[in-house]
T-cell receptor, first 115, second 115 residues
């Protein structure tokens, strides 16, 4: 099974709402990632978790709060977002090998619209 | 600095024609190189990767890529394009010099296939 699942597929929220994005993988991967992708742009790394600990935070605003409850799950909690945060949010996972670089498997993404 | 350049923003080819997508990288050592494909509104799917060994790499869906160290290139090829190949293609580089977990993506090349 090389699948990464993400829910919901689409999300529309107001600027005062609190919502969460969920990501799940059952490949035994110990590294999990959140990316943000704007239209016609490449994915931008937001966060990396390695063995359920936050390893990389690419200076992401605090209105985005990641959480890794266990080795299979990754959440992204959203609060007080801005319209410019509207984007496709992609989750990925990989083996946590020495050096960290390995093939990343991506989920289908959550299309987020902030009104 | 580590970087990836995809010189072509978009390419149009006829169905059945051959395809070559260009990718040039800047990396201070032997890089880990990837090609991903993304259909509209979807996540990224790995086509192929190069870590070491044979410089001609075979991937899924009939794609191949050749690592040329002297030219700092990793071009993607397919001998006969199908209409279903229309998508966005991203070249990416990773490795210890990018911080391990960080994969640097090129800007992408949009492939259009005409009948």
């Amino acid at each position: 099974d090389t699948e990464v699942t993400q829910t919901p597929k689409h999300l529309v929220m107001g600027m005062t709402n609190k919502k969460s994005l969920k990501c799940e993988q059952h490949m035994g991967h110990r590294a999990m990632y959140w990316y943000k992708q704007k239209a016609k742009k490449p994915p931008e790394l937001m966060f990396v978790y390695s063995y359920e600990k936050l390893s990389i935070n690419e200076s992401v605003p605090s209105r985005f709060s990641p959480e890794c409850p266990n080795s299979s799950l990754l959440n992204l909690h959203l609060h007080a977002l801005q319209p410019e945060d509207s984007a496709l949010y992609l989750c990925a996972s990989s083996q946590d090998i020495a050096g960290g670089t390995d093939t990343q498997y991506f989920g289908p993404g959550t299309r987020l619209t902030v009104l | 600095a580590q970087s990836v350049t995809q010189p072509d923003i978009h390419i149009t080819v006829s169905e059945g024609a051959s395809l070559e997508l260009r990718c040039n990288y800047s990396y201070g050592a032997t890089p880990y190189l990837f090609w991903y494909v993304q259909s509209p509104g979807q996540g990224l799917q790995l086509l192929l990767k190069y870590f070491s060994g044979d410089t001609l790499v075979q991937g899924i869906k009939g794609f191949e890529a050749e690592f040329k160290r002297s030219q700092s290139s990793f071009n993607l090829r397919k001998p006969s394009v199908h209409w279903s190949d229309a998508a966005e293609y991203f070249c990416a580089v990773g490795g210890p010099l990018t911080g391990g977990f960080k994969t640097i993506f090129g800007a992408g090349t949009r492939l259009f296939v005409k009948a």
